[in-house]
């Protein structure tokens, strides 16, 4: 399981991998999906819709139990987290990602995906959603949001999708600003991170800005 959520984020994260699921269009030329058990589903747009994309007004702040910083070296953010229940190492898995964290009691992990790039937020989710279809074609946008997170504007989703008949989740805050474009994921098989939504997203909220 490890193994195929690592390679589940790797993908996301703009490589390759040869998928169970297969691409087709049907006779009236509408793209779907098909699952190695015979089944299919229509396949998604690839684009991510930002004028329907509500207002979370609730602010969001880091927890008081996050006690460590993690800082980027790339550019100026930074993530709080309990380092009772998470532990993190410089990423050796993929050139974008700088950051792998791993809870203590295992199958939840995170990644910071960092990029000393100019990248408007809209271009920022819509390369995060078409790179993840290129490994879960049927993957679905279930929620997204705007957040101010520790004073940040971010963008949050929650996706889900199918790889070699296996349910994956992840949650995610994006953020770009003057130094950069940050994508904060933390991710597992879809139960699993359902049941631990509240620690996901603990940890998410520790992300901040290190500019000032």
């Known amino acids: 399981m490890h193994r195929l959520i690592l390679l589940f984020l790797c993908l996301v994260t703009l490589t390759g991998f040869c998928n169970a699921q297969q691409k087709a269009v049907t006779e009236h030329g ?24 509500a207002v979370n007004d609730q602010p969001y702040t880091k927890s008081k139990k996050a006690s460590f910083l993690i ?12 380092p009772k229940k998470w532990k993190y190492k410089a990423s050796e898995s993929h050139e974008a990602s700088e950051f792998e964290l791993n809870h203590v ?5 995170g990644m910071i995906i960092t990029e000393n790039l100019d990248v ?13 279809r290129d490994a879960a074609p049927d993957l679905v ?7 101010q997170v520790n004073g940040l504007n971010v963008l949050m989703m929650r996706m889900t999708g ?16 003057d130094g950069g474009a940050t994508q904060f994921l933390v991710y597992s098989s879809e139960g699993y991170l359902e049941q631990h939504i509240e620690e996901a997203e603990e ?10």
């Open 71 to 82: 800082k980027s070296k790339r550019i100026p953010v930074g993530c709080w987290l309990d």
């Open 30 to 53: 509408e793209p779907v999906v098909l699952f190695s058990d015979g089944t299919w589903t229509y396949a998604q747009p690839d684009s991510v819709r930002m004028d329907d994309i």
């Open 105 to 109: 009691d295992g199958s939840l992990y």
């Open 203 to 212: 940890l998410l909220n520790g992300l901040v800005s290190l500019s000032n």
């Open 162 to 177: 199918t790889i070699q008949d296996v349910r994956f989740s992840y949650y995610g805050y994006y953020f770009s600003g």
């Open 120 to 132: 408007p937020l809209k271009s920022l989710a819509n390369i995060a959603v078409q790179n993840a």
């Open 141 to 147: 946008v279930t929620q997204k949001e705007y957040r």
